[in-house]
């Protein structure tokens, strides 16, 4: 699912991160090829990734789920 929604992402962006996957690991990788290295457009789309990955529901919402970081770590 996290790929995919990383897919979605990139796709509405316009843009074609590298992505490794292993077991319970994905990184990603960003650079615009056109421009040689990173721009704000991946900074940009880092953070929708982070976003979309990293939210939980709100203490007291009608949803529920694990912890904040029980399955998901960032390594930055």
């Known amino acids: 699912m996290l790929v995919n929604a990383i897919g979605f992402l990139a796709e509405a962006a316009d843009h074609h991160p590298d992505l490794a996957v292993t077991y319970a690991k994905v990184w990603v990788k960003l650079q615009t090829h056109s421009a040689g290295g ?13 976003d979309a ?3 939980r529901p709100e203490p007291g919402s009608p949803f529920t789920g694990a912890a904040r970081n029980e399955f998901v770590k960032v390594e930055k």
């Open 38 to 50: 990173i721009t704000d457009k991946d900074f940009a789309l880092a953070r929708r990734i982070e």
């Open 53 to 55: 990955v990293m939210w």
